[in-house]
C-alpha cells in the first residue's frame, strides 16, 4: 500500500454539479486520473443535496433555457446563478459532512463554485485542517464562482485565462495520438454544451451550404435541422448524471447515433469527446468544456453566441490565441478549411506546452507518489 493510500493518508474529495456538463465531465476525467495513481477519491455532484422536485427543477430549467436562449441568457444575468440553486433537502448537509469525516477528506476540489460555501462551512463545523483547490473551467470567474467566498481556499486554478492570455492546464493524456486534421473526416461537430442551448440548430441549417457534413448532436425530442449526409447523435434516452451506472458511479454521458442501427441491436454508445476528436471543428457555443475539448485534441472552435460574459471570455481567449473564429467571420470567408488547418496547426504547438492539471494536484498534494 502507498503511504499516501495508507489509513492516515490523504483522501480527495470531488466536488461539482449537473447543471450543465461543462464542468461534470471535466470533473469525471479528473476523478479518474487520481483513481489510476491509486488515491482514494470521491466524487459528489451539488444535486445529491437535492430532494426529487428539486432536481426536476434542475431539468425544467434546461428544458425552459432550451426553448427559449434569450430567456436563458436573461435569467442566468438576473439570478447570478440562484435559479440553478434550489433548496437542499433537510439533513442533506448535515450527513454529508458526517461522511466527509468519516471519510477522513484531507483536500476538496471544487469544479463548482455552488460547493464554495458549504466547504467553508465543513472547515468550520470540523475544525480540521483541509486544503481547497478550486478550478475553474472558464478564462474568467464564472457566475456560480462570482457570488462564492470561501476563506479556506488554498489554490485558485484557471486551467485557461484570459488576463494571462494562455492556457496553463488541461485534462488530457499528453500521451494520446492527435488525428492530424488532413486525416479526419470533413465534418464539423455541432452541439449546444450540456444543456444542448442556443443557437447551434440555426447554424447547422446554415452549414448545409458549406462543404463539410454534420454531426449534430441535439437533446431528445429536438427537430434536426442539417443536410442529408448529417449524423444525430443524441444522449441515451432517460441518463441524466445524479443517476449512477451499475458500478453505482457516475458516467460520462452516453451518445448514441440515431437511426442508424439495426431495430434488433441497441446502437453502440460513444462519448462527445471520442467524435470531437475525429471532426474537422467543433461548431459550438463557448463554454469551458468546449474549449478543453479543443485543446485536448487540437480541434478548432467555431463559436456560437456566448451563454453570459463568461463564455464572451472564452470565445475572446480562444480567438487571440487563434484556436477559434466566430461563425460570422468563418462565414465570411467561405467556410475555408485553411482557416480550420492553421488553427488546428497551433492548437498542436500549444498543447505541447500545456500541462496536465490532475498530474499538477497530484505532485503538489501527495509528493511521494
Known amino acids: 500500500m ?5 489509513e492516515h493518508g490523504t483522501a480527495h474529495c470531488v466536488l461539482t454539479a449537473a447543471s450543465g456538463l461543462g464542468t461534470y465531465v471535466p470533473a469525471l476525467k479528473f476523478r479518474n486520473h487520481l483513481r489510476r495513481q491509486g488515491l482514494r477519491t470521491s466524487l459528489h455532484l451539488y444535486e445529491e443535496l437535492l430532494d426529487s422536485a428539486g432536481r426536476e427543477k434542475v431539468l425544467e430549467t434546461a428544458e425552459r433555457f432550451r426553448q427559449d436562449f434569450r430567456f436563458a441568457k436573461m435569467a442566468q444575468r438576473l439570478s447570478q446563478g440562484r435559479l440553478l440553486q434550489p433548496a437542499l433537502r433537510p439533513g442533506a448537509v448535515e450527513a454529508c459532512f458526517e461522511a466527509w469525516r ?3 477528506i484531507r483536500s476538496f476540489v471544487l469544479y463548482s463554485g455552488v460547493w464554495s460555501s458549504l466547504v467553508e462551512r465543513y472547515r468550520q463545523w470540523s475544525d480540521e485542517a483541509v486544503e481547497v483547490h478550486c478550478v475553474h473551467v472558464d478564462a474568467v470567474r464564472a457566475v456560480t464562482w462570482q457570488s462564492a467566498a ?6 485558485d486554478v484557471f486551467l485557461f485565462s ?26 464539423l461537430l455541432a ?26 448532436c441535439a437533446p431528445a425530442g429536438q427537430e434536426a435541422v442539417a443536410g442529408d449526409d448529417a449524423r444525430l447523435w443524441q444522449i441515451v434516452d432517460g441518463w441524466v448524471p445524479w443517476k449512477k451506472c451499475r458500478s453505482d458511479d457516475y458516467e460520462f454521458p452516453p451518445m448514441i447515433e440515431v437511426g442508424h442501427a439495426p431495430q434488433q441491436q441497441a446502437p453502440a454508445t460513444r462519448r462527445l469527446d471520442d467524435i470531437a ?29 456566448p451563454f453570459g460574459e ?12 487563434g484556436f477559434g473564429i ?28 500545456v500541462a496536465n492539471y490532475a498530474e499538477h494536484y497530484v505532485r503538489l498534494t501527495c509528493p511521494q507518489t
Do not use: C
Not at 463568461?310 to 490565441?321: H, Q, T, V
Open 2 to 6: 502507498r503511504p499516501h493510500d495508507s
Open 191 to 216: 452541439h449546444g454544451g450540456g444543456w444542448g442551448i442556443g443557437n447551434f440548430q440555426v447554424a447547422a441549417g446554415q452549414l448545409r451550404d458549406a462543404p463539410f457534413a454534420l454531426d449534430l
Open 326 to 353: 466566430s461563425m460570422e467571420r468563418w462565414q465570411r470567408q467561405e467556410y475555408s478549411l485553411d482557416v480550420l488547418v492553421a488553427m488546428h496547426e497551433r492548437l498542436l504547438i500549444a498543447r505541447d506546452g
Open 102 to 104: 468519516d471519510e477522513g
Open 162 to 187: 484570459l488576463k494571462d492570455e494562455r492556457v496553463h492546464y488541461f485534462l488530457a493524456d499528453k500521451k494520446r495520438e492527435i488525428t492530424p486534421i488532413a486525416r479526419r473526416e470533413r465534418r
Open 150 to 155: 470561501n476563506a479556506s481556499v488554498t489554490h
Open 310 to 321: 463568461y463564455e464572451r471570455a472564452n470565445a475572446e481567449l480562444w480567438e487571440r490565441l
Open 277 to 305: 476528436s475525429r471532426n474537422m471543428a467543433i461548431v459550438s457555443k463557448p463554454g469551458g468544456g468546449t474549449l478543453l475539448d479543443s485543446i485536448e485534441f487540437a480541434t478548432p472552435v467555431i463559436f456560437l453566441d
